[in-house]
């Protein structure tokens, strides 16, 4: 391989990876909240870097919504810089030696959460990701090999120089934040399949650019491919609490994974819950999809198409569907779903028992929101992504993801026999 | 892709997965059970599926170890049938809820240890490692597709055939121990770009075909290539607790991973300690390979090529290097260590806390042999493996490694603001 810029800023992060992670809580909190500070400071500078990407964006005439992600304001640096306050609140996740059990010979043996080394992060649009998986990584101790989108690259770029530059103040490596400086599909595939240097790929953004990555990385990837949520209405449901919670899971924001894509509905409720929910979400501009025996029930709405049901609309659109009972509904979720987030609304005891058991998704919930699938609603702290790679961490990543456990041993001269 | 017999067992092991997932722990306890003295009931059929691949293997003049390794005599069916008595009767991973929390909502918030899914096992001659993979996936509620060695191959398709025909016996889909009934690397090469049906690859074998199979997955691995293990003698050691945990580290069974390939000493301790521990050593038939340093102590005795100093030697030759301090040490196995297991013997407090934190090896022992870094060893009840890959599990992995953890909460109607 041509050991270019990308092998370059690898290798150096990988090195950087070591003293990052023998830092001191405090000092990494320090770090944190300078790095805060600095992005506040540097704010006409952020926003300058900012002006060019948005202008090249007007230029290329992208959509108002991808303008609205890349415009760093005020308040958008200000969000960042919060950001990362609130990361150097949380408590430190490594270091600490839990579950240390005496075997019978007395060797004490017990494991340590370490930094996993160099984290890959791979994203599109947003440039406030730079600062908060920046933080996220120096938390937990690991380096961080960042790969922006194109469209958001000045601004990018110009956050991470300002974190580097504290860290130099700090006397830390720079290299513990790699910046990789040029755009391109080419960069990314150098980048996946560094895997002497890069422990985890994450990769952030559209379905495409993800399966791309997941099929060519010789690195782990932890990712999700796309978020197509259920909600099962129960027979035995609260009828109140599903039209608030549905309304909620759909209408609240839309354009996020954690949104609801479709509606299961037990038929013995259907005929008592639909035309009310219908009304409800078509006020609310909802446009419904519906099965055949969901358009017996209501009017004028739409026939949902085979491909309606493994759909991510990330917009005002909903398929329904009306199930026999919630076997069907955990069947449908089985075959549709995408191991996002699904919940049932039910007063049953023994049906939330087993929904929960059963539904392999990594979210499954009762009597709640789909949209609380979340790090920070999750008490994590932060979120670094989710994850429906059925390995390292399932749903909501936060700080902890970022950790693998070594084992630890203290002897007092134990030989083996 | 072409859809060949590959494809076909492990989407049907993936269609498996489901009904295995959802037994309870008393119903995988009477099946490993039952498998046991299903083994030991077909004793003559598995020696007769034996013969097979030992005569093959006289024939293709595989070495003496080799062929021990492939051996089953009755002592040998014996051990895999307590081998999976044993798995029957550890906890069972799944399905418990842990760190359920209150947020501030109201809505629960916890974790549920679930399956992977499906395990690729890819492994090379012990025919028991079927018995043993296939017992800790049932026991942890996965599926498994089982591709083992040529070598034994008869052998191991006959322990899969009785292993499955317990399931059929329990009313259970047999798909869920797929068994991959060709040989030769197409099959491998097939496997692992399976993404859709397999979750995880577990190879183990020689570095070269574990080397194949990491670059080439499409699928997470979890894997060591190999076990460079070292010991570091303090200035601070009590010498004879050195001498005794030194040999058997070196000496006990040379030919394991986790046997010491490399002693490393400080410089203030090395006149005191070497000549005493070569005189051991060489009695033992061990052949030493020193660093100048070291042969400036010892009379002849070879000195190291640095080709030495990053092998797994698996044999009664060990690499001797003195080192001026901890920090060197640690060094060294930094740049020349394999993640595997490293001990540090000494007396002195700060630098049991130093060397334990800052090696970033899976297993960081003080005072004690490296072989204990096993499964068994470590109360994990068995192994599927060791991982070196700093992703999911690291270090000996039980049956918590074929798992992973799902989100559930329990709401009572809230909603996103």
Partial sequence: MEQGIV???ASKAAKASKEIAGLSGIEKDSILRDMAGSLRENMDGLQEANRMDLDAAAKNILSSAMIDRLRLDEG???KMALALEEIAGIPDPTGGIMGMQRRPNGLLVGKMRIPLGVVGMIYESRPNVTADVAGLCIKSGNAVVLRGGSEAFNSNRAIADILKQVLVLH???PDAIGFIPVTGHKAVMEMIVLDDYIDVIIPRGGEGLI???AENSRIPV????KGVCHIFVDAAADLDMAYNICMNAKVQRPGVCNAMETLLVDKEIAQAFLPEMAR???SAGVDLRGCERTCAILDNITKAEPQDWDKEYLDLVLAVRIVDNMEQAMDHIDRYGS??????ITQDYTKTMVFLRRVRSSTVMVNASTRFADGGEFGLGAEVGISTSRIHAYGPMGVEGLTIEKFVCFGDGQIRE
Avoid: C
């Fill in 7 to 9: 092998f370059d800023i």
């Fill in 339 to 344: 191991d996002h987030t699904e919940s049932i």
């Fill in 280 to 282: 409800r979400f078509v």
């Fill in 211 to 213: 399966r791309i990555v």
């Fill in 222 to 225: 932890l990712k999700h491919y």
């Fill in 171 to 173: 006397g830390v490596q």
């Fill in 76 to 78: 958008a640096i200000e």
